[in-house]
């Protein structure tokens, strides 16, 4: 299995993408999965999901808000004690800030975008690399977003806080691996699941039209022609924390189904 015997952290739980990333966690053998999200009941349902596949993976729940750094620290700690170790971490958490123009955005918004998808990151990420370095490695996959290399107008604080994630995870993984430890980021295009499903139910609303013809309208301009899953991003997430990436750091993985070819 991709992740037999390793614990996965994975911040960022809830419907989409967070409780996918646990699920295939604990399907592909990881000895723990350790889950943090700031509301209690995504973690519940995150281990229910899990429960559903008939899995007995044991799951640390962990109600977190990565904008605050004792509250990182707190996890790690929680899942060193009860694991003795932490082989994986997932970054997922995010807050996608105001859609709005730059030239009259609410930079008090960008500040609070910040403090979770940079600051919150790095809080997490610093709390987990003592413990990376004690037993001789690890390996961190940063969930980042096309909106950085395709932009999107209107998604300003969000996609200039990924765009500094982007900075951040290319120094850390030239500083960590001396240590063993591989830092990696996933670009995540367009995803179906609840997320874009409510996404796209109000803008249907909004345009007097169906999910449907949105959703197809979104697939014409991917290549493979169909939205891709939660799920099948989830799998390549995972991939850059799998030993099958054993070489690779400082890499971004474009998951979009070809909407964006980098050069």
Same mark, same amino acid.
């Given at each position: ?8 952290? =994975? ?28 509301? +209690? ?54 807050? #996608? ?32 690399? #003592? ?9 961190? =996959?940063?969930? *980042? ?5 395709? #932009? ?31 830092? *990696? ?8 699941? +609840? #997320? ?24 014409? *301009? ?25 070489? =690779? ?15």
């Amino acid at each position: 299995m991709l992740l037999a015997g390793k614990v996965v952290v =994975v911040s960022g739980i809830g419907p989409g993408l967070g409780i996918e990333l646990a699920l295939l966690a604990a399907a592909e053998g990881a000895t723990g999965v350790v889950i943090a999200a700031r509301t +209690p009941a995504k973690l519940d349902d995150a281990e229910a999901a899990i429960r559903e596949r008939g899995l007995t993976t044991p799951v640390l729940k962990m109600p977190t808000d990565i904008a605050d750094a004792e509250q990182c620290r707190r996890l790690v700690t929680a899942a060193d004690d009860a694991f003795g170790r932490i082989d994986a971490l997932v970054n997922s958490a995010y807050v #996608p800030g105001r859609f709005e123009p730059i030239a009259t955005a609410d930079l008090d918004d960008w500040r609070r975008t910040f403090d979770v998808n940079v600051f919150g990151t790095m809080h997490l990420t610093q709390a987990v690399i #003592p413990v990376m370095k004690r037993q001789g490695g690890g390996a961190i =996959v940063m969930i *980042n977003s096309m909106v950085t290399r395709k #932009p999107v107008p209107w998604q300003s604080g969000y996609a200039v806080s990924k765009s500094a994630l982007t900075t951040a995870t290319a120094l850390l993984a030239l500083e960590l691996a001396p240590h063993g430890i591989r830092v *990696n980021s996933a670009y995540m295009g367009w995803m179906w699941g +609840p #997320p874009v499903e409510s996404y796209l139910r109000e803008a249907a609303v909004r345009q007097g039209t169906t999910v449907e013809a949105l959703a197809a309208e979104v697939a014409k *301009n991917i290549p493979l022609g169909r939205i891709p899953d939660d799920a099948e991003c989830a799998k390549a997430a995972l991939f850059l924390v799998s030993d099958y990436a054993s070489v =690779v750091t400082g890499a971004a993985l474009d998951v979009n189904g070809g909407e964006f070819l980098p050069r």
